[in-house]
């Protein structure tokens, strides 16, 4: 709370800055800036550099420095160590095989989903939105017990195709209310025009509106790896066999083991939390003018 | 509209498509969100270990949620939580976004940093901060010794008195920069001459960010109020990870509980109970801020 009232009452100066922009020499303007900014910024990196330098932690040597941040004698052993003495490879493969395939089908349905709400003729379509709304708000673990079973009736238990599915389902509300503001910012004149051209509705919704609303894509893209590649509720009640659990399970399931190697577990959670920020960085251009339901 | 050649072929032609294009979601929607509802609403009305055949008690598991201390415990929680993270979140996301949205050096790393922690999996998160509030290892503890901060060498976690605060603190740390991004989202929207003219005007700094720029970004803030609601009452992952619920359930939040009275406990049919009316807590308080505020903000219809 202290921080919060703190940031408020500084942030007249902003704007004022931007006023006398031009009376003042620039390398001024941009020193009050970063003078608020870098140290919030290194206060926030505080955990991140944590984990990477307890990821370098020998087991030998357990003794640290900088506030117990970084190992007095840092080494990569424990990146060889998960690489060599654990399926780990195993668990990366499985992530991306839930991951992946979960992605692109909600980016896929939900558009379609998109398109037939912002611009087609559907019957009920309050209804339909109605009921988007409330699995938005619906928590995966008040659900989880009847996925459960469902998955089990189907077969799919122990089996990640079930894991596939049910984040689909569950990311489509939010994929749904993005590409759907950002199709409705598509001119309708661009519509009607390949209409009159003779084009079908899928090829107008695959030729016209998809391409022009990358950005919402890409935040739907984002948030989708996110919630499926980090979660790991469904992946614990549902997988039963070692060699089929996502990455995010391996720092609980081996609680015990890594409790005597804590470097080979913050390394475990630097494998984690690599691919999805690098998926991350590379679409952030895009995140903004997406979420503001801008097309490109 | 005015159409000239609408026939009642090309209408239902076009229905057609509609439904074939709303239908995969669809099936996926009932599949896993209609029929898990259905599913908890009967489950809760059981005496049920899960594997057995249930017994029917009407509203008995109902009856039984008044009389559960730490069902309380969840709900002033979530209380807390919503209170104390929705604010926070807020406020800070709100000045990074406005001194953010500026062209300055280096912006896009700044976001970038911002946004990370909310990128990361609760897991990684959780154990991380684990090890900052750890009272032999972790850096708080080895701060507050070398500065003799003494505040700060304390067991945060292991405190049935600051648990849930301090995994309200981590939740902050994590989700802020989600809020600065909406904000960043909700300030490109701002029409740059309103603002040109209220320094034409004469203005000053805190007068147009207080009078011009915060009223204008009502959806953003309604977005975020709503986002942040559901997202506390959501919260599992986090606490699990990071207390178990504990110590003594003192942590306790509405989905770490179902979770244990399903899975740790055999007690599903109660479980349901809980879960039902988290259901009902999160469909009743969207409902009154889309009724409050309209659903503008949440269709994106407003703009």
Same mark, same amino acid.
């Given at each position: 709370?202290?921080? +919060?009232?703190?940031?408020?009452?500084?942030?007249?100066? *902003?704007?004022?800055?931007?006023?006398?922009?031009? %009376?003042? =020499?620039?390398?001024?303007?941009?020193?009050?800036?970063?003078?608020?900014?870098?140290?919030? +910024?290194?206060?926030?990196?505080?955990?991140?550099?944590? *984990?990477?330098?307890?990821?370098?932690?020998?087991? %030998?040597? =357990?003794?640290?420095?900088?506030?117990?941040?970084?190992?007095?004698?840092?080494?990569?052993?424990?990146?060889?160590?998960?690489?060599?003495?654990?399926?780990?490879?195993?668990?990366l493969i499985n992530s991306a095989l839930i991951t992946v395939p979960s992605v692109l089908l909600v980016m896929l349905f939900g558009s379609m989903t998109a398109f037939a709400l912002a611009r087609l003729r559907v019957p009920l379509k309050a209804v339909i939105f109605g009921a988007l709304t409330l699995a938005l708000i619906l928590p995966m673990s008040s659900i989880v017990v009847a996925v459960f079973k469902i998955l089990q009736s189907m077969g799919l238990y122990n089996n990640l195709v079930g894991l596939v599915l049910v984040y689909t389902a569950l990311g489509l509300p939010f994929a749904v209310i993005i590409i759907r503001t950002s199709f409705l910012a598509v001119p309708e004149e661009l519509h009607e025009a390949a209409s009159l051209d003779g084009a079908s509705k899928f090829t107008v919704y695959w030729r016209i509106y998809l391409p022009l609303s990358r950005p919402a894509l890409a935040v739907v893209a984002v948030w989708q790896c996110m919630s499926s590649w980090n979660d790991f509720l469904l992946p614990l009640v549902t997988l039963q066999d070692n060699e089929l659990k996502p990455l995010t399970l391996i720092p609980l399931a081996y609680r015990g083991v890594f409790l005597s190697q804590p470097g080979a577990?913050?390394?475990?959670?630097?494998?984690?939390?690599?691919?999805?920020?690098?998926?991350?960085?590379?679409?952030?251009?895009?995140?903004?003018?997406?979420?503001?339901?801008?097309?490109? | 509209?005015?159409?000239?050649?609408?026939?009642?072929?090309?209408?239902?032609?076009?229905?057609?498509?509609?439904?074939?294009?709303?239908?995969?979601?669809?099936?996926?929607?009932?599949?896993?969100?209609?029929?898990?509802?259905?599913?908890?609403?009967?489950?809760?009305?059981?005496?049920?270990?899960?594997?057995?055949?249930?017994?029917?008690?009407?509203?008995?598991?109902?009856?039984?949620?008044?009389?559960?201390?730490?069902?309380?415990?969840?709900?002033?929680?979530?209380?807390?939580?919503?209170?104390?993270?929705?604010?926070?979140?807020?406020?800070?996301?709100?000045?990074?976004?406005?001194?953010?949205?500026?062209?300055?050096?280096?912006?896009?790393?700044?976001?970038?940093?911002?946004?990370?922690?909310?990128?990361?999996?609760?897991?990684?998160?959780?154990?991380?901060?684990?090890?900052?509030?750890?009272?032999?290892?972790?850096?708080?503890?080895?701060?507050?010794?070398?500065?003799?901060?003494?505040?700060?060498?304390?067991?945060?976690?292991?405190?049935?008195?600051?648990?849930?605060?301090?995994?309200?603190?981590?939740?902050?740390?994590?989700?802020?920069?989600?809020?600065?991004?909406?904000?960043?989202?909700?300030?490109?929207?701002?029409?740059?001459?309103?603002?040109?003219?209220?320094?034409?005007?004469?203005?000053?700094?805190?007068?147009?960010?207080?009078?011009?720029?915060?009223?204008?970004?009502?959806?953003?803030?309604?977005?975020?109020?709503?986002?942040?609601?559901?997202?506390?009452?959501?919260?599992?992952?986090?606490?699990?990870?990071?207390?178990?619920?504990?110590?003594?359930?003192?942590?306790?939040?509405?989905?770490?509980?179902?979770?244990?009275?399903?899975?740790?406990?055999?007690?599903?049919?109660?479980?349901?109970?809980?879960?039902?009316?988290?259901?009902?807590?999160?469909?009743?308080?969207?409902?009154?801020?889309?009724?409050?505020?309209?659903?503008?903000?949440?269709?994106?219809?407003?703009?």
């Amino acid at each position: 709370m202290k921080t +919060a009232e703190e940031t408020t009452t500084a942030a007249p100066a *902003v704007p004022t800055q931007a006023a006398t922009r031009a %009376s003042q =020499p620039l390398r001024r303007r941009l020193r009050w800036e970063h003078a608020v900014l870098a140290p919030m +910024a290194a206060l926030w990196l505080i955990p991140i550099a944590m *984990v990477i330098g307890m990821s370098l932690l020998p087991t %030998s040597n =357990p003794k640290t420095t900088a506030f117990g941040m970084f190992p007095a004698e840092p080494s990569l052993g424990n990146y060889v160590e998960i690489w060599t003495n654990n399926p780990i490879l195993r668990n990366l493969i499985n992530s991306a095989l839930i991951t992946v395939p979960s992605v692109l089908l909600v980016m896929l349905f939900g558009s379609m989903t998109a398109f037939a709400l912002a611009r087609l003729r559907v019957p009920l379509k309050a209804v339909i939105f109605g009921a988007l709304t409330l699995a938005l708000i619906l928590p995966m673990s008040s659900i989880v017990v009847a996925v459960f079973k469902i998955l089990q009736s189907m077969g799919l238990y122990n089996n990640l195709v079930g894991l596939v599915l049910v984040y689909t389902a569950l990311g489509l509300p939010f994929a749904v209310i993005i590409i759907r503001t950002s199709f409705l910012a598509v001119p309708e004149e661009l519509h009607e025009a390949a209409s009159l051209d003779g084009a079908s509705k899928f090829t107008v919704y695959w030729r016209i509106y998809l391409p022009l609303s990358r950005p919402a894509l890409a935040v739907v893209a984002v948030w989708q790896c996110m919630s499926s590649w980090n979660d790991f509720l469904l992946p614990l009640v549902t997988l039963q066999d070692n060699e089929l659990k996502p990455l995010t399970l391996i720092p609980l399931a081996y609680r015990g083991v890594f409790l005597s190697q804590p470097g080979a577990l913050f390394a475990v959670l630097v494998l984690i939390s690599l691919p999805i920020v690098v998926v991350f960085l590379a679409v952030q251009r895009y995140l903004v003018n997406g979420l503001s339901g801008a097309i490109k | 509209m005015t159409y000239v050649k609408i026939d009642k072929t090309s209408v239902r032609r076009e229905r057609l498509a509609g439904t074939m294009f709303l239908l995969p979601a669809f099936l996926l929607f009932v599949l896993f969100v209609v029929y898990p509802i259905v599913y908890n609403v009967q489950a809760s009305t059981l005496d049920w270990d899960g594997v057995n055949q249930g017994v029917f008690t009407g509203l008995g598991n109902y009856a039984r949620l008044f009389d559960d201390p730490i069902f309380i415990t969840t709900l002033k929680n979530s209380g807390w939580w919503i209170l104390l993270t929705i604010i926070p979140q807020a406020l800070i996301g709100f000045f990074l976004a406005l001194l953010l949205n500026e062209k300055i050096r280096g912006r896009a790393i700044y976001r970038a940093i911002f946004f990370v922690p909310a990128v990361l999996s609760p897991v990684v998160v959780g154990i991380v901060w684990q090890r900052m509030l750890d009272p032999f290892n972790g850096v708080f503890v080895k701060v507050g010794q070398a500065t003799g901060l003494d505040f700060l060498a304390r067991g945060y976690l292991a405190d049935p008195e600051t648990a849930i605060f301090a995994a309200i603190v981590v939740n902050v740390w994590m989700w802020t920069g989600f809020s600065m991004l909406f904000y960043l989202a909700g300030l490109q929207l701002i029409d740059s001459s309103v603002l040109a003219a209220a320094k034409i005007d004469g203005a000053s700094t805190w007068r147009t960010v207080r009078s011009i720029i915060w009223p204008m970004l009502r959806p953003t803030h309604l977005s975020l109020l709503l986002l942040g609601v559901i997202g506390s009452l959501k919260t599992f992952e986090l606490v699990y990870v990071l207390t178990e619920g504990g110590p003594n359930h003192a942590s306790e939040m509405l989905p770490t509980y179902t979770f244990k009275q399903a899975f740790q406990l055999q007690s599903v049919g109660y479980a349901s109970t809980i879960s039902v009316v988290l259901l009902l807590i999160a469909v009743v308080s969207s409902l009154s801020m889309v009724r409050a505020f309209g659903s503008g903000f949440l269709t994106g219809d407003a703009k």
